[in-house]
């Protein structure tokens, strides 16, 4: 169905429910004019009599009174939809398809999702949780969480929050390989790397000065998992370097110990990307701005018990 098929049925319908062209034109502000030929142009492309006409009345053929049947549950149709989409605009709802980071997921969004679902009860969620690098429109995902440079320019990012890098080790590590107290005596430890940092061999720090500092490393494992590398750290066996974010639980109990923190000045930006910002539906909107407003009262809580 064409266009201007549907636009006559719906001007045919409305003569009909209306009682006659003037009155119609009056009801759809148009011509009596147009709304007549648009009659007579249906009429031609069915090459069918729809209507009787005389001065006075119009009455319905019995081809037309069959057409107009099946022409008024297509428009109420239509009109039901509309209806729906337009009062739906402030109304989040559907299935929400989410990535995020591990050290996200088990710091923030698992403790914060029940509370966006109580509010929306609408949405339907499938979460991802995965430190793999993710092609939002290919397969399908409406937000992603992520940590670092952003590579995808003609995605739509929000920043969400700011977490230190810092380097850690256990206190066993520690008092049997001794602590490192500048960046080049990394060298001389096991060290642990996050894969999907990319090979570059280097760790970037600042020196107090605020000077750039790049130290060139030799990992004994890598791996792309901020938990592995955390429990790894905790257990003894290396130094690694995570988010602040993935390793505050483990830092506030003890069992990780942050070293080199003179030189940890570099922050990990943390954004939520989306594909477009033009007719963004409700449901990533809402989602959206919830993740930015618990993050900011994260990081606050957090840039309080950690500062000094």
Known sequence: MNNNIFDGMLIFCTVVDEGGFTAAARAMRHTVSHVSKE???????????????TTR?????????????????????????VAQIVSSKDHPFGHLKVSTPVMFAEACLNFWLPEFVAQFPDVTHDIEVSDRFVDIIG????????????????????????TRQLTVASPNY??????????????????IDFSYRGISNNWRYRNPDGKPLSVKVEPKIRCNSASMEIALAASGFGITRIP??????????????????????????????YPSRQHLSPKVRVFVEFLARRCQQRQAAADQEFVG
């Open 244 to 273: 602040q974010l993935a390793a505050e639980e483990d830092i506030r109990s003890g069992r990780l110990l942050p070293v080199l923190e003179t030189y940890e000045n570099e922050q990990l930006v943390l954004h939520a990307v």
């Open 174 to 191: 520690l008092k049997v390989h001794g602590t490192p107290h500048l960046p080049e005596d990394l060298k001389h430890h096991t060290l």
């Open 57 to 81: 009345k119009i009455s319905l053929t019995e081809s037309g009174r069959l057409f107009y049947e099946r022409s008024r549950r297509v428009v109420d149709d239509a009109e039901a939809a």
């Open 39 to 53: 009659v007579a142009r249906l009429e031609q492309r069915l090459d069918t009599r729809l209507l009787n006409r």
């Open 139 to 162: 397969e399908g995902f409406d937000v992603v969480v992520r940590a670092g440079d952003l590579k995808d320019t003609d995605l739509v990012a929000r920043k969400l929050m700011e």
